[in-house]
């Protein structure tokens, strides 16, 4: 349970209509665990909710730097403490009732802004537009692009196109300097919010994993991986399709890695019976468990059980011995070295895989798929 704050005797309201949020009164942040820990900020209010000022409430734990971002939910507003320092799962109490809040994330995330080519090179072209005399709408009409577009690209939100950074080049008369940026920027080859888990299954010694609903993509062939990438909404263009396919072929040499890494799958009848499973797809997933280090289990729709219907999950090791569990929804992942969060996925894992089917009846149940099919 979160703690009240001392002093903390009044509900906070947002301001009127043309209300200053500087007139707000400084209210204390601190860091659970630390009762000498007071920090001091400025509430910024806007529709949706509170903002703490990052500048003025800045948390140092432990000798570590990581920049993260804590989110609190007061009355289904977001009350967000952007760029406050945080390590791990420490959570942020930025003085609102413990019945109004409820952490969020904690945790250090890579991925709680851009890519740093995008802000550097949308921060040169609003810079060399701006020493031109150049107006965003024009930039926007010249690259047939909205002015919103342009505004988001400067701001880093958007990748900078070749296509805008070459036009803002000739209007701004750069002489190549912002059309180099080109080379810099890359396509994602994997959504960000997925970025992490990347990294981390890059490290992995064992990889635990259960699928609900799609085939896992370490065993994707090449055109189911397709099928599924490029029909996702809002649609990604071909060269993103594209890229994103290779990756996650490129993910696959994971099973001829040396030393060898122990993978387990576990996979819901669900999302074998997907149509867009198909005999190739089938196939596949027959032979890779023909490999020492890999087993594949299916769980069939009789043996399902309360806690195989809560959605994907995956448990990593490392050469260190660091546990992680990442979940997945359709808006959402998480990737956690929660103690608490890595108990919880082990023993859901571990009774999946005991009502699962052994992996020889998984085989045959596969095979009398391939049969139908």
């Known amino acids: 349970m979160i703690p009240d704050l001392p002093g903390r005797q009044q509900e906070i309201h947002p301001p009127e209509p043309g209300g200053l949020a500087h007139d707000r009164?400084?209210?204390?942040?601190?860091?659970?665990?630390?009762?000498?820990?007071?920090?001091?900020?400025?509430?910024?209010?806007?529709?949706?909710?509170?903002?703490?000022?990052?500048?003025?409430?800045?948390?140092v734990a432990g000798g570590r730097d990581p920049v993260g971002a804590v989110n609190c939910v007061r009355h289904g507003h977001t009350v967000a403490s952007t760029a406050l320092r945080s390590v791990a799962t420490e959570v942020v109490h930025a003085g609102?009732?413990?019945s109004e809040v409820r952490a969020v994330s904690g945790q250090y995330n890579v991925n709680s802004q851009p890519p740093v080519a995008w802000r550097y090179s949308g921060n040169q072209m609003k810079r060399w537009r701006t020493k031109a005399n150049v107006t965003r709408e024009e930039l926007a009409?010249?690259?047939n692009y909205s002015p919103d577009t342009i505004k988001s690209m400067e701001q880093g939100v958007r990748m900078p196109t070749p296509r805008v950074l070459d036009v803002a080049d000739e209007l701004c008369r750069a002489e190549g300097m912002l059309s180099a940026a080109k080379e810099y920027l890359q396509r994602e080859r994997f959504?960000?919010?997925?970025?992490?888990?990347?990294?981390r299954?890059?490290?992995?010694?064992?990889?635990?994993?259960?699928?609900?609903?799609?085939?896992?993509?370490?065993?994707?062939?090449?055109?189911?991986?397709?099928?599924?990438?490029?029909?996702?909404?809002?649609?990604l263009?071909?060269?993103?399709?594209?890229?994103?396919?290779?990756?996650?072929?490129?993910?696959?040499?994971?099973?001829t890695r040396r030393p060898p890494v122990a993978l387990h799958f576990v996979i819901?009848?669900?999302?074998?019976?997907?149509?867009?499973?198909?005999?190739?797809q089938l196939h596949r997933l027959l032979e890779?468990?023909?490999?020492?280090?890999?087993?594949?289990?299916?769980?069939?729709?009789e043996r399902a059980i309360s806690d195989a219907l809560m959605g994907p999950m995956v448990l990593l090791e490392t050469c260190d011995h660091e546990r992680f569990a990442f979940t997945e929804g359709p808006f959402a992942s998480e990737l956690s070295s929660d103690l608490e969060v890595v108990s919880r996925v082990t023993q859901r894992l571990s009774m999946i895989r005991a009502q699962a089917l052994s992996p020889a009846e998984s085989a045959r149940f596969i095979e009398g798929m391939v049969d139908q099919s």
């Open 288 to 301: 890779v468990p023909c490999l020492r280090n890999v087993i594949l289990q299916v769980l069939p729709f």
């Open 237 to 255: 263009d071909e060269e993103t399709v594209d890229e994103r396919v290779a990756a996650r072929m490129e993910r696959q040499v994971i099973f």
């Open 191 to 199: 959504p960000a919010r997925a970025l992490d888990f990347m990294e």
């Open 201 to 235: 299954e890059k490290e992995a010694t064992s990889v635990w994993s259960y699928e609900t609903a799609l085939i896992p993509g370490l065993l994707q062939t090449k055109a189911y991986a397709r099928a599924l990438i490029e029909n996702r909404l809002p649609p």
């Open 96 to 98: 609102v009732y413990p």
């Open 25 to 59: 009164p400084r209210v204390p942040v601190r860091r659970l665990g630390d009762p000498l820990g007071d920090h001091f900020a400025s509430y910024a209010f806007d529709p949706y909710g509170i903002e703490v000022h990052p500048g003025e409430a800045e948390l």
């Open 141 to 143: 009409a010249a690259s």
């Open 268 to 280: 819901y009848e669900a999302a074998l019976r997907s149509p867009q499973v198909n005999a190739e």
